[in-house]
């Protein structure tokens, strides 16, 4: 599945004024564009607003218009509107429910909306209306209201129903908001509602004729309005037609519905409370567009300063990686056999179209191809299911999950993307599927470069979020009960005012980080933890050459600290960010990087002797195959036995191993461990491999007889026993007292039997193992009757 881009979903109250036009069957045409100025009406209103995408949001509005319509301002002279001499005015009180879509999307938080957002809307209006026409001076030359006049009938011969004041309207419109403050816009929005009435002007049939009214003068006067010689809302004279209106002729058009629409002012202030974004961390002025800086040294600059990061200069030794290009590598990590780490290198098939440049995405290399001098061909993750994010950083918890740093691209606000922490399965080795965010993700601030201790219930990592010493700080988080607890900072002994990112904890409990808060070379410089009694008292700068004037980071290192890897834009590199290894030639008893110049020692060649010997004979075994594997480079090298069944292979201190033999006829077993770490002054280790013959098969047959008259016995079950595995044969003689069966010739059997007359005791089958070359025997039972 995709990722969809963050947006801040938040609450706006909003307040509008304007004015209203009617249309309907007092205007030219019914339609919004048959508009009439001269006979505008009110409007104001307010609304409730939620945004719950970065297109979509919702208004709960209430408002008021006033609608106006007079054919004696709006019909030419002699026209049959102009005759008729109708007016209303209604006051129409309206609740919508509406559905704003903007043109433009807004990502990110609300002061990063875009200072000019136009939007369409639709939705729901329910409408209470009440039209009123101006009585003549005969009838005191006030407003009443028109529907219970009945002014087309309505309740009578003509029409019985009356029009219901209650109505509903489907709205339309168009606006834009333009921000004039963080927290206020100011719009400007034209709408126009379709009602399901023809009676907000209460016209809409025919005359019904005086007589219809009887003694109601006052409906008879406002029903039909076509002799009066005065305008009633002008006070202009008008020419009278020669002949009232007869009943059943046309008074109004009933083929079109009324409606009205409304051009208004908006001011929309938001009511949200959550927090902008702080200003840029390392997280993301890392990511997009990287220009490597000089970073000014940190602290006074002189002689014995530079001497603290040159003391150990000596014990390390580091290369620039093949994997390297002109693009920028980074955050590699230990995964299978090789490193996984991010590049935007340009393999055109990752672009980013809005920077012009490739996706950051995830690479994996072998080890083998780390040191090959011509270029490596690593191979791109099927990453799918999260195509157009950058890819930041990963750590593998087991060969079947994986949790990844991401953040989107290819959206406006990318620079300010946050960074989110995911779970990935891992369906093969360079298959990814099923991605899940984990618990601590937040869209108002990052959290990034994740890093597991040993037994995976604690977890560090980095982040921007507020309450912290600086730019980003590094936080714990520890499982309890399957849950993450809150992230803690991990305290000001290791975080600064400055940035600290790409925590490493290693398996020993050694923390390593990179900072440009404490005292350093510049830039990010790469620094080891002290730890007493599990909590970190110091923390201490690694030195040249693993950090330089620019910024190194992101350091992992394997089991026995002898070989790492980290990120650095430093000078003489292949371009941008070019991860670098590191080799540890000499290190200390207490596996620390930064200790003084005690006890060390180097790596030394070593030997590894042996035999194979089998395990049911004991005898060598001449000729075989033997290999061993290191665990830290995943070297393979294989090499046969002697004629003696010996075996030698050079090794090194300060590794891993795995070594096992292998031989036809013989069961695969499981490797031997073997560790040189930490051993000093030996030249040779002795490792006997013992290996086990598989189970060998023999046919076992012959007759069951008496043994006392040599009668065959026919039909007669036998139960053969082996003690040590438990495992029970079931055999029974046939018709001519012969049997047959099938047992492993490594094991000793016995059998009894339970067949009246004989006796119930244990009998013992021969020892077959002396007999390699046999596969078959013949072997007869005899059973020894009761007296």
Do not use: C
Request: proline letters at 4%; aromatic letters at 12%; a neutral charge.
């Amino acid at each position: 599945m995709g990722l969809a881009p963050s947006t801040d979903k938040h609450w706006a109250l909003s307040f509008q004024t304007g004015v209203s036009n009617y249309f309907g069957d007092l205007t030219k045409r019914a339609s919004p564009t048959a508009v009439d100025f001269n006979l505008s009406g009110a409007h104001i209103g307010g609304a409730f607003e939620k945004r719950f995408s970065h297109r979509f949001i919702f208004r709960g509005e209430i408002a008021w218009s006033r609608l106006h319509g007079d054919d004696a301002q709006t019909a030419a002279v002699g026209s049959f509107e102009y005759n008729r001499n109708l007016h209303f005015r209604n006051d129409v009180f309206q609740l919508s429910a509406l559905a704003q879509i903007d043109i433009f999307p807004h990502y990110g938080h609300y002061t990063q909306r875009k200072r000019v957002t136009p939007y369409v809307l639709t939705g729901l209006t329910a409408l209470l209306h009440n039209p009123k026409g101006k009585t003549t001076n005969a009838f005191g030359n006030t407003w009443v209201d028109l529907a219970p006049l009945g002014t087309e009938g309505q309740g009578g011969e003509f029409y019985k129903p009356k029009y219901n004041k209650a109505v509903l309207a489907i709205p339309f419109g168009i606006g834009v908001n333009v921000k004039v403050a963080d927290r206020v816009d100011v719009g400007i929005e034209w709408i126009s509602k379709f009602t399901f009435t023809d009676y907000l002007d209460d016209v809409s049939l025919h005359y019904v004729g005086d007589t219809h009214f009887g003694e109601n003068k006052l409906a008879a006067s406002m029903a039909d309005r076509s002799q009066e010689s005065i305008a009633i809302l002008t006070g202009q004279p008008r020419q009278v037609p020669s002949e009232k209106f007869s009943p059943g002729q046309r008074r109004g058009s009933n083929n079109n519905n009324d409606g009205f629409s409304n051009f208004i002012v908006r001011v929309r202030y938001i009511l949200s409370k959550n927090k902008p974004p702080k200003a840029l961390s390392w997280l993301h002025k890392n990511n997009e567009l990287y220009k490597p800086t000089l970073h000014a040294k940190k602290g006074k600059s002189n002689s014995r300063e530079a001497s603290k990061f040159t003391k150990n200069q000596d014990r390390y030794t580091i290369q620039n990686l093949a994997i390297n290009t002109a693009g920028s590598e980074r955050s590699p990590y230990f995964y299978h056999d090789g490193l996984i780490y991010t590049t935007d290198r340009n393999d055109r098939k990752h672009f980013n179209k809005h920077y012009r440049k490739s996706y950051y995405n995830f690479y994996f290399a072998p080890l083998h191809d780390l040191y090959r001098n011509e270029q490596t061909r690593p191979i791109a993750i099927d990453s799918s299911a999260f195509h157009h994010h950058h890819h930041h950083s990963a750590f593998q918890i087991d060969d079947h999950h994986m949790i990844a740093t991401l953040y989107e691209a290819d959206v406006p606000h990318l620079e300010v993307a946050q960074h989110k922490l995911y779970s990935i399965d891992i369906l093969g080795e360079n298959i990814w599927s099923n991605i899940k965010e984990l618990p601590f993700n937040n869209e108002h601030y990052s959290i990034s470069e994740p890093s597991f201790s040993k037994d995976g219930n604690t977890l560090y990592f980095v982040s921007d979020m507020e309450g912290g010493y600086g730019g980003t700080d590094i936080y714990i988080s520890y499982k309890y009960n399957g849950q993450w607890t809150y992230p803690i900072n991990l305290g000001d002994v290791v975080n600064t005012p400055g940035d600290e990112v790409s925590p490493f904890i290693h398996p020993d409990g050694t923390l390593y980080f990179a900072s440009d808060g404490h005292e350093g070379m510049g830039g990010l410089d790469l620094y080891e933890t002290y730890t007493k009694k599990g909590k970190i008292f110091a923390v201490a700068n690694l030195g040249a050459p693993i950090n330089s004037t620019y910024d190194d980071y992101g350091l992992i290192l394997n089991s026995v600290k002898r070989t790492g890897y980290f990120t650095s834009n430093r000078l003489g590199g292949k371009g941008g960010n070019d991860i670098y290894q590191l080799n540890v030639n000499e290190i200390n008893l207490s596996r620390m990087l930064t200790d003084e110049h005690e006890n060390l020692f180097t790596i030394e060649a070593m030997k590894l002797k042996g035999k194979v010997v089998s395990k049911d004979t004991k005898v060598a075994l001449p000729r075989i195959l033997v290999s061993l594997k290191n665990l830290e480079t995943n070297a393979l090298v294989t090499k046969r036995t002697d004629d003696n069944g010996n075996y030698d292979f050079d090794i090194s201190n300060e590794s891993n191993y795995e070594i096992f033999p292998s031989a036809f006829g013989y069961k695969r077993m499981k490797p031997t461990k073997i560790s040189t770490v930490g051993v000093i002054g030996k030249e040779t280790l002795e490792k006997t491999l013992v290996i086990e013959p598989l189970a060998q098969k023999v046919k076992l047959y012959g007759q069951v007889t008496n043994k006392t008259t040599g009668e065959l016995l026919k039909n007669i079950e036998l139960v053969f026993i082996s003690p040590n595995e438990d495992e029970n044969i079931y055999v029974k003689s046939d018709a001519e007292g012969n049997y047959t069966m099938e047992i492993d010739k490594d094991k000793k059997y016995y059998f009894f039997v339970e067949e009246k007359g004989f006796l119930e005791k244990n009998y013992q089958i021969p020892d077959l193992s002396k007999y390699r070359t046999v596969t078959s025997m013949k072997y007869n039972i005899r059973l020894e009757p009761k007296e």
